[in-house]
């Protein structure tokens, strides 16, 4: 038997429960993991909700874990008992003691990289990784922009665009969170509580604005946004914290200096077995040099989950935060 949080019907944390279940048996192509640590995101909450629909009810919950591989089915020859591994673009139901997930969604875990590490950022790193070296191949001297570059994705983004010598704006919500940012690598941060962003970007770049604006929030930054894109830039809205973009007018871009946009995600990126292997292999890379440091600001036990899910709700945690089975 194995344990794992599930929940029937949707609602808040509180309809989060810890079952007893079998342990799953891989069917053909399919691997079992048991779960050495367990990444908490925003997105869990997405699907507990109902925001986002699971496949069915009960279901399982999250998609980011690190372990062993216990056991795997016909035809899996990537990997075999015994094997350190992660992952992070499999099936719901990484909230347990095991999981099971088709091969092609694990990656090999080197020694250099803790279970802990990889469970906390996994997700995250990913999505900085097709960020800044696939979405936008960041350059050397580069002055670009990131939203939200305190929060979990834009913290490590601060390390990388730092490691590649570029020049990170980070935009910020607060004094605080914008001493984090350049605790971790910013250039630059721009507090839009206390400042106006569009016109600390212009100074900060002599008035040429930066050949990339990386944006999470969506709706209520969209057309600051745009008004921060140099000419022939790009904007890569990657994220919908404050509500999706809609209604776009395409002719704004090229009144605005003939820009690109584009709309990625981490599936769209990492959709095969070598290039999800590849992204992490660059990720596992950055951390085993101390290029970028895995910051664990909260652990949980599985039976716990609820727990770790308010205070992620409230914006109580600090860095990454993992449960562990």
Request: hydrophobic share 40%; net charge negative.
């Amino acid at each position: 038997m194995s344990k794992r949080i599930q929940f029937s019907q949707h609602g808040g944390p509180e309809v989060l429960e810890m079952v007893e279940v079998a342990t799953p048996t891989p069917s053909s192509g399919e691997v079992v993991v048991r779960n050495h640590a367990i990444g908490l995101n925003f997105i869990d909450t997405y699907f507990r909700s109902g925001l986002y629909a699971p496949p069915s009810l009960p279901s399982g919950l999250g998609t980011e874990g690190a372990g062993v591989v216990e056991a795997v089915g016909d035809g899996v020859t990537a990997f075999k008992p015994g094997d350190r591994v992660a992952y992070a673009t499999g099936p719901l139901g990484a909230y347990g003691e095991h999981h099971l997930l088709p091969a092609r969604h694990l990656v090999r875990l080197p020694e250099a990289v803790s279970f802990e590490q990889a469970a906390a950022v996994m997700l995250k790193g990913l999505t900085v990784q097709y960020l800044l070296r696939q979405t936008h191949p960041v350059q050397a001297g580069e002055t670009i922009l990131f939203h939200a570059a305190a929060g979990g994705v834009g913290s490590i983004a601060c390390q990388w665009a730092n490691a590649l010598g570029a020049k990170l704006i980070g935009v910020v919500g607060s004094a605080e969170k914008a001493e984090r940012a350049r605790s971790l690598g910013a250039w630059a941060t721009i507090d839009y509580s206390q400042e106006d962003v569009v016109s600390r970007v212009m100074e900060l770049t002599d008035g040429k604005k930066c050949p990339v604006v990386y944006d999470s929030v969506g709706k209520s930054t969209w057309e600051t946004s745009l008004d921060c894109v140099a000419p022939r830039g790009l904007l890569v809205s990657f994220g919908n914290a404050s509500g999706a973009v809609t209604g776009v007018n395409l002719g704004v871009l090229a009144q605005k200096g003939s820009l690109f946009l584009t709309r990625p995600t981490l599936a769209g990126y990492a959709d095969s077995a070598e290039r999800l292997q590849a992204m992490a292999d660059e990720l596992f890379e950055m951390i085993g040099s101390g290029k970028v440091k895995v910051e664990i600001g909260q652990r949980h036990a599985l039976a716990d989950a609820a727990k770790a899910q308010e205070a992620l709700s409230a914006r109580q945690t600090v860095g990454s935060t993992i449960l562990l089975p």
